[in-house]
Every structure is written in C-alpha cells, then in structure tokens.
C-alpha cells in the first residue's frame, strides 16, 4: 500500500464536446468531419483533473463508441470510483474500475483525469511521474483517405513544409498500391508508412508484396484485429515492419503479439489499452523485447494530446507519433494550442499532471451534453 499523498475524488463531470475539424478525415472504417469527444473532470476539491475519452461516435474503430462510453460513465465507473475513499496510488484507479469488463477507453477517460488531479496536488508533471526522458519529441502525421493520389499529396506538401518528421497514408481495398506508388514518386526521400485500419485479409498478401517494394517505414493493422496468426503469417513474408494498432489492448496483447511474430512496432494508444498506466506497461513490455513504439492518436483535443505528447517522452518511444499540432486538426483547439517547432518536434508539457486544461470559454461554446456524478 503506498501512504503518499492522496486525493479525494467529490464529484466526476462528464462534458460532450464537438469541435469541426479543419478537413474531413477519412480512413477505411469511415470519415469524420467534426470530433466529438468526452471531457471527464475530477473534482478532488483543492485540485481538479482531466481527461478525454477517444470512443468515437460510432463503433467502427473497436466496439467502443460515444453514447455507450458515456453509459458506462455515468452507470458504473463514475459511481465506483466515488464509492471507494481517497485515491492514494494512480493504480487503484484500474483496480477499483477492473470489475467493468471492456471498456478502456471509458476507463482510460477516468484515470487519465483522476492522475491529472493527484500529480497536481504534487506539482509533478505527467511526462516526468511517468519515466519520460525528452522534453521534446518528433512528430509524424496521418493523412486520410482524398479522392486522388494529387490532393493527398497537396495536404502532405503542407505537412511536409511545416516541418512534419513522417507521413501515415490511410489506405483501403482499391485505393492502396497505385496511390502509394504515386506519392512514393512524388517524395523519394520522406519516411512514408500506411494504415489499413484492419480493412484486409490474408488473400490480399500480393497488395501487401507489391506495398513491401515501396521502401514504406512500417504497414499498420493491415489484417483483421483479432487475428494475430495471419498477422504473423504476412509479416513472415515481408521485409516491411507490420505495426499493431487495433489489435493491441493490452499489455498481455503486446507480449502475445511480439512472441508470434506478429509485428515488429507497436503503435500505442491510451484510450485503447485502458489508460495511460496500461500504455507504460505496453511502452515496458516492447522495450524488454526490443520492438519499437511509437504513440498513435485519435484526433484528440489538447487534453488528450497533453497525455500523449507525455508518453511519447518516455525512452522507448524511438518513433515519431501521431501527434500533430493542433492546427493539423482544429482551428481553435479547445486548450491553448500545441505548436510544431520548426524541426518538426514538439514540446512535452512540463507543467503539473497534464500542463494544460480546457480553456473555459471554449469549453462551454463546444458542450453539447453536460453530466454529473455526485458522491454517494
Ligand atoms: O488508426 O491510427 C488510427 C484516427 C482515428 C482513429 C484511428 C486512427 C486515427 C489516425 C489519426 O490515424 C491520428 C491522429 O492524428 O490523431
Ligand atoms: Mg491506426
């Protein structure tokens, strides 16, 4: 049992917020043309913490998704976490929510924010309390899914003159090796990877042949998320990394999946191994068996993006992430925007628990729906 300090959580607020992003996003499972995003705030009384929840509004991504993650926000895991005395370890938030089956990304939501709160009440910021070991770190972006090979590389020209350290395609049956190709002519010397989003299956190992001879840094997800086995049959077959992304849930996952072969990197995401104390363990395990991480995103808003800039500090971290300046996504974000440094990195926020909150403005002119969970 750890006798450090302690907070108290009072009340949780859930906030539903929706931002229009700057382009549409579109990947194999979908387009999106706002985010849509659940804030949860712990009042701990003297402090208050943050987090954002990635379940997207529709169950595409994972069987996740916005009105089922606030369910199990306001029925189960806000109720649970204020029945259960003040939290004097960031690990008996999971251990206090392990009854829930699933729903990590709800529950990675409420650790994130009650972590933000007790690292606050110490002065002690995320990156630091987590191992981080960079204050700045380099940045990658992902590009959807456009109408022609053209228009995705005008987005990328952009990208590229800012500063951006890799480029991610969003690929899908149809639109995959002529569209690479192309881009790939285009920009000889950029560090190009692509994801798949899950949207293939073994039969379609020639794409992935004719994608292995295009010098791509990794190929995400390509195959289906539950199966690791044809994961590790294609890898077997190519010279390009495969990266995991949906099929990566846990910590265990990580192992499962590095012990078959089934990858070679890891993308990882809070949300969707459950929180961010989960995402160090998965960092820890590829780290012990040599495989590289990088951190993923899901078009958060500066409160998740805090959280993720922070992990991408840790020493495993040999990647560059998913995480993209806030102009990459929004005009008006809804913390005080995160900027690309010139040589395509950006700054770990060094502040106490996450160094950065909603500004409260933009956050009641983007609420849609608005909750409480008080005490019992
Ligand atoms: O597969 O990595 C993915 C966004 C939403 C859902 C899944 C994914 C993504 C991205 C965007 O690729 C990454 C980002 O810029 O946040
Ligand atoms: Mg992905």
């Not at 002065?123 to 987590?130: A, T, V, Y």
């Not at 010279?239 to 999946?257: F, H």
């Not at 950006?346 to 500004?359: D, R, T, Y």
């Amino acid at each position: 049992m750890n006798h450090g300090p302690s907070v108290e959580v009072r009340s949780v607020d859930l906030r539903e917020v929706a931002l229009p992003l700057v382009r549409p996003f579109r990947t194999s499972f979908g387009e999106e043309r706002e985010k849509r995003a659940i804030l949860v705030r712990a009042d701990c009384g003297e402090v208050q913490g943050w987090g954002e929840c990635v379940a997207s509004p529709e169950p595409r991504y994972s069987e996740e998704w916005l009105d089922g993650a606030w369910a199990v926000l306001a029925g189960y895991l806000g109720p649970s976490l204020l029945s259960g005395g003040p939290v004097s370890d960031p690990a008996d938030v999971g251990r206090r929510l392990a009854w829930v089956r699933g729903h990590r990304m709800a529950k990675a939501a409420v650790e994130s924010a009650i972590l933000d709160a007790w690292l606050r009440s110490q002065d002690l910021s995320l990156s630091r309390w987590l191992g981080g070991v960079r204050d700045r770190v380099p940045c990658g972006v992902s590009v959807g899914i456009a109408a022609t090979p053209e228009a995705m590389l005008e987005e990328i020209g952009g990208y590229l003159a800012r500063g951006y350290r890799r480029v991610k395609l969003k690929i899908e049956p149809g639109r995959d090796v002529e569209v690479v190709r192309r881009i790939r002519e285009a920009l000889p010397d950029t560090p190009l990877s692509v994801d798949a989003n899950a949207a293939y299956s073994l039969a379609d190992a020639p794409v992935f042949e004719a994608l292995d001879e295009l010098g791509l840094v990794m190929i995400e997800q390509p195959l289906d998320h539950e199966d690791l086995a044809d994961h590790a049959r294609l890898q077997a077959r190519l010279r390009t990394p495969l990266c995991l992304d949906e099929s990566i849930r846990s910590a265990a996952d990580a192992r499962a999946a590095i012990e078959l072969g089934a990858c070679r990197v890891i993308n990882i995401k809070p949300g969707r191994v459950g929180g961010p104390l989960e995402a160090r363990r998965v960092h820890d395990a590829a780290m012990a068996a040599g495989i590289p991480v990088w951190i993923g995103g899901m078009l958060e808003t500066g409160v998740g993006r805090a959280q993720n800039l922070a992990l991408a500090s840790l020493p495993g971290v040999t990647m560059p992430g998913d995480t993209s300046a806030s102009d990459r996504y929004f005009d008006e974000d809804l913390t005080e925007p995160f900027v690309l440094e010139s040589d395509g990195t950006m700054m770990v926020p060094s502040g106490p628990g996450l160094g950065v909150e909603p500004l409260e403005g933009r956050l009641s002119a983007v609420t849609v729906r608005a909750h409480t969970v008080s005490g019992p």
